[in-house]
């Protein structure tokens, strides 16, 4: 109950603090190219059910049809202004009204493609358990996870043997380790992570 109630009053603020930041940042993505200001794609959430998640569009539009990968920061779909969105993590903003809807949690493992959760084996269905999450264990590890795609000779199959492997052991501990002080620890070091990039 405390962590719900924490990500209600935060989201609710979140909102109401940065709607006109919002407001403009939705305007100059839609003056630099066409398309709808929002990204939502579908993701798996708690209780392996799936949901759509908001992000600031920072591509062309349709550019997931040119792979579910972002290879780096100078991935040739990435708009100007979604460079600086997703290098201050600006994007994810609009994953406040997934919080606010519960689809989401501030804290929690990053919600995955359903393409990708079918590599899963039963004991990683163990991280459905609890809501996703805008940061967490995995996502302070791999927040350099476009660069490490873009250098990997095979981004894919590195994605897939390698990087959700791993992510699945990060999330594993955070939800036996979860709670709400070690919420904020997170929480904390996701913005001085975000500060000092």
Same mark, same amino acid.
């Given at each position: 109950?405390?962590?719900?109630? @924490?990500? *209600? @009053? /935060?989201? $609710?603020?979140?909102?109401?603090?940065?709607?006109?930041?919002?407001?403009?940042?939705?305007?100059?993505? &839609?003056?630099?190219?066409?398309?709808?200001?929002?990204?939502?794609?579908?993701?798996?959430?708690?209780?392996?059910?799936?949901?759509? +998640?908001? &992000?600031?569009?920072?591509? &062309?539009?349709?550019? #997931?049809?040119?792979?579910?990968? %972002?290879?780096?920061?100078?991935?040739?779909? +990435? %708009?100007?202004?979604?460079?600086? *969105?997703?290098?201050? =993590?600006?994007d994810e903003f609009p994953q406040l009204f997934n919080i606010?809807?519960?689809?989401?949690?501030?804290?929690?493992?990053?919600? #995955?493609?359903?393409?990708? $959760?079918?590599?899963?084996? !039963?004991?990683d269905m163990k991280i459905f358990s609890v809501r996703p999450?805008? %940061?967490?264990?995995?996502?302070?590890?791999?927040?350099? #996870?476009? !660069?490490?795609?873009?250098?990997?000779?095979?981004? !894919? !199959?590195y994605f897939v043997k390698t990087i959700i492997p791993d992510?699945?052991?990060?999330?594993?501990?955070?939800? =036996?380790?979860?709670? @709400? /002080? /070690?919420?904020?620890?997170? +929480?904390? *070091? %996701?913005? $001085? &992570?975000? +500060?000092? =990039?």
């Amino acid at each position: 109950m405390l962590k719900r109630s @924490f990500d *209600l @009053f /935060f989201s $609710v603020l979140g909102l109401f603090i940065t709607a006109p930041f919002l407001i403009l940042i939705s305007i100059l993505i &839609k003056l630099e190219s066409k398309g709808s200001a929002l990204f939502i794609q579908g993701r798996v959430g708690k209780n392996n059910k799936d949901f759509n +998640i908001y &992000k600031f569009r920072t591509m &062309k539009v349709l550019s #997931e049809k040119k792979g579910l990968l %972002t290879l780096g920061n100078n991935d040739s779909r +990435i %708009t100007k202004i979604g460079y600086f *969105l997703r290098r201050y =993590k600006i994007d994810e903003f609009p994953q406040l009204f997934n919080i606010l809807k519960g689809d989401m949690s501030f804290v929690g493992p990053r919600p #995955e493609l359903r393409y990708y $959760v079918n590599f899963y084996n !039963e004991d990683d269905m163990k991280i459905f358990s609890v809501r996703p999450g805008i %940061t967490g264990l995995a996502s302070l590890k791999y927040r350099n #996870e476009v !660069e490490l795609l873009e250098a990997a000779e095979n981004p !894919e !199959e590195y994605f897939v043997k390698t990087i959700i492997p791993d992510k699945l052991k990060y999330n594993k501990e955070y939800i =036996k380790k979860s709670s @709400f /002080f /070690f919420d904020l620890k997170l +929480i904390a *070091l %996701t913005i $001085v &992570k975000v +500060i000092t =990039k």
